[in-house]
């Protein structure tokens, strides 16, 4: 690999994980190459190397040097123990590594779990979750299919990532006992010197992250109001900063806008209406540089 003072940032080849690692870059402006098939691609205008990997290599290449930076599930990481720094969640990715059992079964109770088999191919977090909560469990370690160990009569229950609960419909299962709620984080290796040339890319990066994982919680609002219901309105708006209060031509209305988190829209927009404001406008937000 070329050793041209890049920092290198490792992200899922081809996976759940790489529509939206691959976007989060593009939103930072960084211009990436066409990679086609290649390990390695440039960042034509930041001093950044992508390595493209299976996800479950990431964290070791991390650990390792290989890359000092990579985008990765909590799960696998947590999966492989690897020994590196967790510097940002980054919000996607999100899914949930649950037991399952049979549609027919009834666990009331965590210890329920106790002498049964439970089939997974995240051993090593079953395996600490167990310990932590004092259960006796069997561990069959398989690495696919694991939704059709109960069937196939190999273990009694699964412990897989699930996400909408169709592929468990199927095999005849259901989720019960949450054992990790997992999104996308940002690694670091931990030996990074502080000082370093690549420590100041770095710094760079995480700062344009942070600014479009601000801006993809926030909406910019507008609308106008009744000059007499601007402090009902201003009651209803959850906004990070103070508003902006404008006057328009008609002399008789305001225009307002804010900044406000993206979950509050919908919220907040039949309070806005009841209270007078019209012409209500949500727009998306490229940056928020705090
Ligand atoms: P690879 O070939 O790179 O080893 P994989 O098949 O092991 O890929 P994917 O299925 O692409 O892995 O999942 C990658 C990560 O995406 C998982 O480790 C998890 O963190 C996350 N993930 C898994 N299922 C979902 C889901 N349904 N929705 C969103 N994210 C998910
Ligand atoms: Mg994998």
């Known amino acids: 690999m070329s050793n041209n003072g890049n920092l290198k940032l490792a992200i899922q080849k081809s996976g759940r994980l790489s529509e939206n690692s691959l976007q989060l870059l593009k939103n930072c402006n960084l211009d990436i190459e066409k990679f086609n098939d290649r390990l390695v691609v440039s960042i034509r205008n930041f001093k950044l190397d992508l390595l493209f990997l299976r996800d479950d290599d990431i964290p070791e290449y991390v650990q390792d040097g290989v890359a000092e930076l990579g985008i990765v599930g909590q799960d696998v990481l947590y999966e492989t123990k690897a020994d590196v720094k967790v510097v940002k969640k980054l919000g996607f990715g999100r899914c949930s590594l649950r037991i399952a059992i049979p549609e027919n079964d009834d666990l009331r109770d965590i210890e329920d779990l106790n002498g049964k088999r439970i089939a997974t191919s995240f051993p090593n977090i079953l395996r600490d979750f167990l310990k932590q909560n004092k259960i006796d469990a069997k561990i069959v370690n398989i690495s696919g299919s694991v939704e059709a160990a109960p069937s196939l009569g190999i273990a009694d229950y699964i412990c897989d990532l699930v996400s909408t609960g169709n592929t468990l419909k199927l095999n005849k299962l259901k989720s019960s006992i949450s054992v990790l709620e997992s999104e996308a984080v940002l690694i670091k290796n931990k030996n990074l ?53 404008l006057p328009l031509a008609d002399d008789e209305s305001l225009a307002v806008h804010a900044v406000i988190p993206a979950e509050k829209f919908w919220e907040i927009v039949d309070d806005l209406k009841s209270a007078g404001a019209s012409g209500i406008l949500l727009l998306p937000i490229e940056n928020i540089i705090i």
């Open 193 to 245: 010197k502080n000082h370093s040339d690549k420590y100041q890319i770095f710094l760079k990066l995480l700062s344009r992250i942070e600014s479009v994982l601000n801006a993809n919680n926030s909406k910019y609002i507008m609308m106008n109001v009744p000059k007499n219901s601007l402090n009902d309105i201003l009651q209803i708006i959850p906004s990070l900063k103070s508003p902006t209060v």
